[in-house]
């Protein structure tokens, strides 16, 4: 076991960002990005790793998740039981 590796929590050993975005895709037929899973993961209290790539600017936007795929990633999270039905 590496000690230098951050620990990960439970949900985030459940399923990868691939594996969330198959999922989707294979169910809704759409893409979803990282950035959409990163939100929806923070949304539900699913804690990341330390993120480096962070905005140039604090006032930085980033685009909004539409609603259809923040209930897809919702339920692929409910699929691979990282959040509760």
């Excluded at 539900?44 to 897809?72: L, T, V």
């Amino acid at each position: 076991m590496d000690m230098d590796e951050p620990d990960l929590t439970s949900a985030e050993s459940l399923a990868t960002y691939d594996e969330i975005r198959e999922w989707v895709r294979e169910n809704y037929g759409f893409h979803v990005t990282n950035l959409n899973i990163a939100k929806m993961k923070r949304k539900h209290g699913i804690m990341e790793r330390q993120n480096y790539n962070f905005p140039k600017s604090e006032d930085s936007r980033q685009p909004n998740c539409p609603e259809e795929k923040e209930k897809a990633i919702e339920e692929a999270l409910k699929h691979f039981k990282m959040i509760e039905s």
